[in-house]
Structures are given as structure tokens and as C-alpha cells.
């Protein structure tokens, strides 16, 4: 059974940076994709980033050039870096692996 935690979220100023977590257990992770997505108060969740077990990656156009995703497969551990967070940033980010989703972390961006 595969199973994700999430760690990282907060509050942070506008601006400022965050690092979230995800570790997994119960599934091959180094042959698994990632995904992290968020959702915003009454907005549909969002793919913000993507890891493919290859090393590739994909971003939503709103967070290019300001998130990274990353894996260590070695930790069976996802990572998202986000640097400079707007407040439109604000929302649960969970992270996916193949069909589970993790509980998910608060991520709070102040004017």
C-alpha cells in the first residue's frame, strides 16, 4: 500500500521561500512519477509540478523560473522548492505518486 507525508508548509511573507516534502513508502519510487499539486479556497486542484522517474520535469507556466521539484529516490523523498511565493501561492499542496494522494500541507503567503 502505498502510502505519502507531506511536510514543509507555513507561513511565510511575500517573497520568501519554502520547502516542502514528500516521503513515500510502499512503492518503487525510483520508478514512479510525482506530482505535486495544490488547491486554493473554492478552486479546483492544480498540477504545479512534475517529476517523471527519468529526471524530466514540467511546471505549471504560473511557477517556471520560481518552484523546482526534485527526488531523492535513495530517501523515497520528493521535494519542492518555492522561492519567491505570492500570495496566490496560498493553498494546500498535496503530492501524488501513481493513484495516492498525501494529506496534504498549508502553504499561507502574506501580503
Known amino acids: 500500500q502505498v502510502q505519502l507525508v507531506e511536510s514543509g508548509g507555513g507561513l511565510v511573507q511575500a517573497g520568501g521561500s519554502l520547502r516542502l516534502s514528500c516521503a513515500a513508502s510502499?512503492?518503487?519510487?525510483?520508478?514512479?512519477?510525482v506530482g505535486w499539486y495544490r488547491q486554493a479556497p473554492g478552486k479546483q486542484r492544480e498540477l504545479v509540478a512534475f517529476s517523471f522517474y527519468n529526471g524530466r520535469t514540467n511546471y505549471a507556466d504560473s511557477v517556471k523560473g520560481r518552484f523546482t521539484i526534485s527526488r531523492d529516490n535513495a530517501k523515497n523523498t520528493a521535494y519542492l522548492q518555492m522561492n519567491s511565493l505570492r500570495p496566490e501561492d496560498t493553498a494546500v499542496y498535496y503530492c501524488n505518486v501513481r493513484t495516492t494522494w498525501g494529506q496534504g500541507t498549508q502553504v499561507t503567503v502574506s501580503s
Open positions: 510502499g512503492v518503487d519510487f525510483s520508478l514512479s512519477a
